[in-house]
């Protein structure tokens, strides 16, 4: 039987079926990344929030300087007086606060996410809302995020794999409790100083994005996810999306993480951009299949796969974070693995050198014999 060739989700045009092969049309791709500034990965236009306000709507904290800023809020360091701990203070921009139903859709996500519990994903301590501003009060992780990594160095693969390795056990728990991310991207990745991993925002995309309506891929607050990083399936259906649409936003962050190119249009195999093992390949490209059915359908199944790939347990470096906290500049060591076309060569530079060697043998021994007469 053969298959229907794969379609553009977004305007239907017929798409190449070759591994490697784009989610979207370019053009699709292009537009509802524009349509949708403040969920790309580059730095986001929101305006800073009121901090004035804030600060006075949150008389328990003493509020410090800002962490961050994304499509939905902004991120704040808050010192709590009495604990005497600091904590990472996500607050909701008004607008997005505003969007119906927004409130319930909070109070809702806000209990799932106090019932995760693992060393990989940032533990929320607290929710609600205080005066006007929603927020979040999370633990507060020294270190720096996935993208601040990326733009100051490239990284190792054995780092990649370390942190790819650690998210799937992350992932893997909350999907085994039932809850899906929607929002895998590098912003909500978070390495510490002792290498760890931990993932921000569990759910959150569906809290800030779902609207009351239909669902409409014209209108850009219901596509729950960051464009570039989102499973075609989360484009057609956003409401509808389960666990392996983490798997495939996993897989472009690791495709990110490898090669430091994002898997768009038809992409090269990691391994013709990086030096590494070409068994991973094969575990990346199926990370991004098309069609949910065809990819990995647990994260456990790709830990395992990447086990398999990698001969000796990988071991992350801890970012060499700068005493402020500031991005690493330093550039990593890249992992010293050979390409199998690199092995090739190899050999055949031995053989070329073997077979000089045994002709000026050859040579020799006939020289010999010619100077004794022997046998012609
Ligand atoms: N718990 C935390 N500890 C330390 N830094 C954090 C924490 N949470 C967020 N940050 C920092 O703040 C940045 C901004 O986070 P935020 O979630 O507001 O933005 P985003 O992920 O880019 O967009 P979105 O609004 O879609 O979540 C993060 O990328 C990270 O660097
Ligand atoms: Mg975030």
Request: proline share 10%.
């Amino acid at each position: 039987m053969t298959q229907a060739p794969p379609t553009c989700p977004r305007c239907g045009s017929r798409l190449a079926s070759a591994p490697g092969s784009p989610a979207a049309c370019l053009r699709c791709a292009a537009q509802v990344a524009l349509d949708q500034e403040d969920t790309n990965p580059a730095p986001p236009p929101r305006p800073p929030l009121d901090v004035a306000s804030i600060a006075a709507a949150f008389p328990a904290y003493e509020l410090g300087a800002e962490l961050g800023r994304g499509a939905t809020g902004a991120v704040f360091r808050a010192k709590h007086r009495a604990l005497g701990r600091e904590f990472a203070l996500k607050i909701i921009a008004e607008d997005v606060a505003a969007r119906p139903g927004f409130a319930e859709r909070f109070e809702r996500e806000a209990r799932t996410l106090g019932g995760l519990a693992h060393p990989g994903i940032v533990a929320v301590h607290d929710a609600g809302r205080a005066g006007p501003w929603f927020f979040l009060a999370m633990e507060l992780v020294d270190g720096v995020d996935l993208r601040q990594m990326l733009v100051a160095k490239r990284v190792a693969p054995r780092e990649a794999l370390a942190i790819v390795a650690q998210m799937c056990d992350a992932l893997q728990y909350a999907h085994d409790q039932g809850v899906v991310h929607r929002d895998i991207k590098p912003e909500n990745v978070l390495v510490d100083r002792a290498g760890r991993v931990r993932i921000l925002d569990f759910g959150l995309a569906r809290v800030v994005r779902e609207s009351a309506s239909t669902p409409n891929l014209t209108r850009s607050d219901q596509v729950m996810g960051t464009p570039l990083y989102m499973a075609p399936e989360q484009w057609r259906t956003p409401l509808e999306v389960d666990h392996r649409a983490d798997i495939y936003s996993l897989g472009v962050v690791f495709y990110e993480l490898l090669t430091g190119e994002l898997p768009v249009g038809r992409f090269p195999p990691p391994s013709h951009r990086v030096e590494l093992d070409v068994r991973l390949d094969e575990v990346v490209f199926k990370t991004l299949e098309r069609e949910p059915e065809r990819r990995y359908q647990h994260i456990s199944e790709l830990k395992t796969d990447l086990g398999t790939a990698t001969r000796s347990a990988p071991a992350i470096a801890p970012p060499p974070l700068p005493a402020n906290g500031a991005a690493p500049t330093a550039p990593a060591p890249r992992a010293a693995t050979r390409t199998p076309r690199q092995a090739g060569s190899n050999r055949i530079l031995v053989l070329a050198v073997g077979l000089v060697i045994a002709l000026n043998i050859l040579l020799l021994v006939l020289y010999f014999l010619w100077t004794r007469g022997l046998p012609f």
